[in-house]
């Protein structure tokens, strides 16, 4: 049987550094047997997923070296590659489970299941749909139907038993049905759920072996189910432990940089970052820290993954870079310092404002420093203001970081209106309002215009900044991000 990998990412928001973990492994599985490896998109997510998103996804991959044989930028003998261009193909799987028995139509309220959550876990119950449409008889349902009543399709699961499969990885698990939730396959709006799409694409896409985060463990008998009542083999699953924060939660953009432009931006070189990536969960058979993409490929032994949760050290990380830097010829160094940073593409947004500014040539670097390379370290001295206390600028740069975390165009004017919306709401003049905002961004209090640096600066290193900055004012206690929340939550309702 030839094998075959995936990733699936969805085009929701930035590029994350997990996904080229998790692309890493499958692609050096893959290369490693002469097989292949697939990019599909799950964009079935119709309100947040986007064509930029996707097109960011394809292009910070390859960025950082993940090269896919199959997929919808290039095409193959298994598409469509995208989700959203395979509805019917999910309407005919969804049908043919209902004839089975498999699954049913669901006619619950938004407000039923969430008074049923509550009374459940008032109860000290696992919150699970109850099953109350299950049973109804099926003129009931068809009639319904017709009269266009809202509706979605769940699996049915056992209500007694355990379930057993196997990881390639951690070997036998077994989970009891009581704690599998009756699923929704299919949406009110049609669109397939990941469960119902993943199993069905995976199958017709004759994918052999599934490498994916172990956030997925407690699903798979979900999936297991759907294998079963279609009559297909299940590939064979491997559940690779999530990357950690220093703290052992699960990386988070809030405790660390999770984009894939933050590095790219931040000057780290591709094969730095995957020989890191592929040294949290797997070690070559010589215990060698450094080597290639077509190393590890040669060397790959997936029983050599480790369960344990890496944790994601930048010091590490930026120690490792500097030995990929150093390794470089003179000739090459100046190339990657210019294919980085001084390229026209990179330099045409900052040109006019720029230009604007300034009497002589060697004034650029002054106005520029912070855009082309980090800014300065900060202290809370940074941050004295005449009419702003400590805590108000804390409270400012934890309120911009959130209200920015819900932008989905990261544009200058969206920029603005964000902020100044948020400003108004927290009864903050603007230009007192803007005054940390400038320290964190640039470290000073005045330079080029602001949301014109944050826009040209991206999402992931603006939120790094204004993490950094909230570090240099002494942090925020877990007591005092709890109010924080709430009172954002108020603010923005």
Known sequence: MPIRTRIAPSPTGDPHVGTAYMALFNQAFANSQGGQFILRIEDTDRARSSAAAEEAIF????????????????????????????????????????????????????????????????????????????????????????????????????????????????????????????QVLVKSDGFPTYHLAVVVDDHLMEISHVLRGEEWISSTPKHRLLYDAFGWPMPAHFHLPLLRNPDGSKLSKRKNPTGLDYYRRAGYLPEALLNYLALMGWSMPDERELFSVAELAAHFDVQRIATRGPVFDLAKLDWMNGQYIRALSTDEFMHRITAWALNRDNLAPLAPLVQARTERLSDVLGHVDYLLGDRRGLSDADFEHKTL??????????????????????????????????????????????????????????????FDSMAYLGRDLVRARLRDALTALGGISKKEAKRLERDYRQLAH
């Open 59 to 182: 292009q910070a991959l390859r960025w950082a070296g993940i090269e896919w044989h199959e997929g919808p930028d290039i095409g193959g003998g298994y598409g469509p590659y995208r989700q959203s261009e395979r509805l019917e193909i999910y309407r005919r799987h969804a049908d043919e489970l209902i004839g089975k028995g498999a699954a049913f139509h669901c006619f619950c309220s938004a407000e039923r299941l969430a008074e049923m959550r509550r009374q459940q876990q008032a109860n000290g119950d696992t919150p699970r749909y109850d099953g109350r449409c299950q049973s109804l008889a099926l003129a009931d349902v068809r009639a319904r139907i017709e009269r266009g009543e809202p509706h979605v399709i769940r699996l049915a699961t056992p209500e007694d038993g355990v379930c057993r499969f196997a990881d390639g990885l951690r070997g036998s698990i077994e989970i009891p049905w009581r704690q599998v939730d009756k």
């Open 389 to 450: 206390s400590s805590a108000d600028c804390r409270r400012i740069l934890h309120y911009a970081g959130q209200r920015l975390d819900e932008l989905p165009s990261w544009q200058r004017d969206a920029l603005y209106g964000a902020l100044k919306s948020l400003a108004d709401a927290m009864g903050v003049k603007m230009r007192d309002f803007l005054a940390p905002l400038f320290v964190a961004i640039s470290g000073r209090a005045v330079s080029l215009p602001l």
